[in-house]
């Protein structure tokens, strides 16, 4: 997991102390009546950031609730993203003729094919495509 501490810390008064919890679960399946003893962390860090993600969005008019989704990519991205996330959204040629495409059509032909992309919506983050926007899927990502 990455969590960002910059709002928190931020936001702290004087003197406050920052806490982190850990929640631990079991396998369930492991065999009834054994038991399990102790835990361990292994690599644990805090550490400055090191790096800016990179979000490439492909969309089309077409598709249906292309705006819907666009909004809850925006959301996800307001609300999760800070500084951390440089993201360009880019319109396909496909499945459908795209407005925002005709005005600029070799940057997203470029990128969807250097991608493989054949289906829209996708998003692609640090080079690693998803086939669909999930937010739950893109908040993982990050």
């Not at 960002?4 to 931020?10: G, H």
């Not at 090191?50 to 249906?64: D, H, M, P, S, W």
């Not at 600029?104 to 990128?111: A, E, Q």
């Amino acid at each position: 997991a990455r969590i960002a501490l910059d709002r928190a810390i931020a936001n702290l008064p004087a003197n406050a102390l920052i806490r982190f919890r850990f929640a631990f679960g079991s396998n369930a399946d492991n065999p009834p009546g054994s038991k399990y003893q102790g835990v361990t962390f292994d690599n644990f860090e805090l550490r400055n950031r090191n790096r800016t993600a990179l979000l490439e969005y492909f969309t089309n008019q077409g598709i249906a609730n292309a705006a819907a989704k666009s909004t809850a990519l925006a959301q996800a991205m307001s609300t999760n993203s800070g500084d951390e996330i440089v993201s360009i959204h880019y319109h396909t040629s496909f499945p459908t003729v795209d407005e925002f495409n005709n005005e600029n059509s070799k940057d997203p032909s470029g990128r969807a094919l250097h991608y493989g992309l054949r289906n829209v919506p996708a998003t692609v983050v640090n080079g690693r495509v998803k086939d669909s926007l999930s937010v739950t899927q893109l908040k993982d990502s990050l």
